[in-house]
């Protein structure tokens, strides 16, 4: 969940090295470092903290050089101080790296190399990476890593440096991404493609066991036994700009604006008349047709649209289908057979727990399909089919464009399978998809009136909200009306039904994760069975109550929070009458569309009164407290 970038080639390395870690930095902001070799030897600066702390001081004292590595740092090992911050030396300091995985044999190694003398400067797993190396090198530093890299247990995605090497820079990879950047007589190791955009679009993406050395003159891989292996380098479509922030005033405003284009793209690609395309899917018909379950397995944001898909693909194409979290799936023994698909879904296309499912249902005969984002990442590789989502990079850690393209392709996806097995008639699917392509343009217009920064709606509540909750945690303990003491329930909990069940859950994690404030999403239906006790006049209860089948039933779940005097805020259909006679707080309309679709629509406000709410406390929105974008670890 580290984020690595190495240079080599006639710019400044500094540069590159910052520019590559900018981009680099969602995946993880605990401290930071470079190490630059030039005419004095290696010279290394590292500092705790975010990026910032680290440019500030490369500015004032600058490190000249045209090779160097970088690092950005999610702590597992030891604790976000200097120490503890990549690169890391060997003994003599003449070999340096750094790392993105976990070492899980790490002690049993530092033990050894310990007794035979090596010591240690930090507490984390990677630096016996360097000790290691430096006990096997004898002069050429690809063999050094080669051999080294064996001895490992664990993830990993290294670029190390040796100082009687100075052309050179080798680089491993094992269950974390790397890729290699070709641009003119330049190369770079990095983590992911943003890090090198700014320089090169020419990608070459390294596999597990493989060992990449660049240097002036070109890039050679080869594998842990030594053997060249030839690579073909693509040229990826996503471009720089889609990278910044545009003007806006974080990555996350900036990437849930970008939806309605987005959507627009993924229908306009992947529809052609009435008939829906997956060129990229790898899985033939003839087994679609054939399949009598499916499981859908995803994390945190990817899993909330995977429950949606559930909804979809069941009422679309008939297929009964399971949604499970990764971390679950793999360790459960789940029943999967031979007709069984397993769609994984994911925007990093990395997430570990999410491809140890993968692996786990290829071992168990089931055809396995990546929803994936991020081209050539390891889903995409090793699943037997994949979709992407073509959302561009999504730098923010909270996810939003992400998961609406989830939700295009996993709708899409059901209609094609509906085709296919027969459940719904060409003119049926016709009639669906002129419904969603409805839904660019109403995101459209609610971002017109929701997503302005300076004068949204959604900002007056959400600075309502910050008020209540401050005055409330000011008398932090209350006494009721028998005089008891009571914690207030400061807190927001989200209701949805059927399709937007999911809504609610993704309405709750996009509040945690960026505003800290702990946020519930339940079924409404589930209220009277647990949470209705929360209810009193602290919490915010968020009801996600659009026209649909289901209206009524939401109706009574809200009245039932305004007799106990709970504050509700509704998303609701415009020109809902009836939403406006049962007295609730706040009324957050949405466009009218088919009810299935409703969670298009529905994600716009909630991702919205997230970043709102997280802006008014002044937290760091783009790059919350203890998360990390891809989650590479178990
Ligand atoms: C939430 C968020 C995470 C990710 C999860 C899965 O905003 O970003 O919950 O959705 O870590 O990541 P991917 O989709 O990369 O597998």
Request: glycine residues 8%; aromatic residues 8%.
């Amino acid at each position: 969940m580290c984020g690595i970038i190495g240079y080599i080639g006639d710019r400044d390395v500094s540069e590159v090295v910052i520019e590559g870690l900018t981009r680099l930095e969602y995946r993880g902001y605990d401290s930071a470092g470079v190490a630059i070799l030039n005419d004095n030897g290696i010279d290394i600066r590292k500092r705790p903290g975010k990026l910032n702390i680290l440019k500030a001081d490369l500015k004032k004292n600058p490190i000249k050089g045209h090779i160097g590595l970088g690092h950005t740092r999610w702590a597992t090992h030891g604790i976000p101080n200097e120490q503890n911050a990549h690169p890391h030396t060997d003994c003599k300091k003449n070999i340096v790296l750094v790392h993105n995985g976990i070492i899980e044999n790490y002690q049993m190694l530092k033990d050894g190399l310990t007794k035979r003398g090596h010591a240690f400067r930090s507490q984390t797993d990677t630096e016996v990476i360097a000790h290691l190396i430096e006990e096997n090198y004898k002069g050429n530093l690809e063999e050094a890593v080669r051999i080294s890299v064996k001895e490992l247990k664990g993830a990993y995605a290294i670029a190390v440096l040796h100082k009687d090497e100075p052309d050179k820079i080798v680089a491993a990879r094992c269950e974390s991404p790397l890729i290699v950047g070709i641009g003119q007589s330049e190369y770079f190791v990095a983590s992911d493609i943003p890090a090198i955009l700014k320089y090169t679009n020419k990608v070459i993406f390294i596999n597990n066991y493989e060992i990449v050395s660049i240097d002036k003159k070109g890039v050679r891989v080869i594998d842990y036994s030594n053997q060249p292996i030839k690579k073909k380098a693509v040229c990826v479509d996503w471009d720089i700009t889609q990278a910044e922030k545009g003007g806006y005033d974080h990555f996350m405003l900036k990437e849930i604006h970008e939806q309605p284009d987005l959507i627009s793209n993924i229908l306009n690609t992947r529809v052609r008349g009435n008939r829906i395309h997956f060129d990229e899917l790898r899985i033939k018909d003839t087994i679609l047709k054939k399949i009598d379950k499916i499981f859908i397995v995803a994390c945190g944001t990817a899993y909330h649209a995977g429950l949606n898909g559930k909804y979809m693909i069941e009422w679309l194409a008939q297929v009964p289908t399971l949604v499970d979290t990764s971390s679950e799936f793999r360790y459960r023994n789940p029943i999967v057979g031979k007709n069984t698909l397993v769609v994984v879904i994911s925007q990093s296309g990395e997430t570990a727990d999410t491809l140890a499912a993968l692996r786990e249902s290829k071992k168990k005969g089931a055809k396995v399909l990546g929803v994936v984002n991020v081209l050539g990442s390891s889903i995409s590789r090793e699943a037997d089919g994949v979709i992407y989502t073509h959302a561009g990079p999504e730098i923010a850690v909270a996810s939003t464009k992400a998961y609406t393209a989830q939700l295009a392709i996993l709708y899409l996806f059901s209609l094609y399978l509906a085709g296919l097995r027969e459940k719904r008639t060409p003119y049926k699917i016709a009639g669906y998809l002129k419904e969603l392509k409805k839904a660019p343009g109403h995101i459209k217009k609610m971002l017109e009136q929701y997503g302005d920064a300076k004068k949204s709606d959604l900002k007056h509540k959400a600075r309502i909200f910050n008020r209540e909750y401050h005055k409330r945690l000011k008398d932090y303990y209350q006494r009721d009306s028998e005089g008891r003491k009571r914690a207030p329930n400061c807190c927001f909990l989200f209701l949805g039904r059927n399709v937007n069940y999911p809504s609610a859950l993704e309405g709750a994690l996009k509040l945690k994760e960026i505003s800290y404030i702990s946020a519930e999403g339940y079924p409404a239906g589930e209220m009277k069975h647990g949470p209705i006790a929360l209810i009193d006049e602290n919490p915010w209860t968020i009801c996600i109550v659009p026209e649909s089948s289901l209206h009524e039933k939401m109706i009574s779940n809200i009245m039932e929070i305004k007799s106990r005097g709970g504050i509700v805020v509704a998303i609701a259909t415009e020109g809902d009458e009836e939403i406006r006679k049962v007295g609730v707080d706040y009324i957050i309309d949405i466009p009218r569309i088919e009810q299935t679709l409703t969670p298009f629509l529905v994600a716009i406000p909630l991702q919205l009164l997230a970043y709102f709410v997280a802006r008014e406390f002044g937290e760091d929105i783009d790059q919350p407290r203890n998360l990390a974008k891809s989650v590479t670890v178990e």
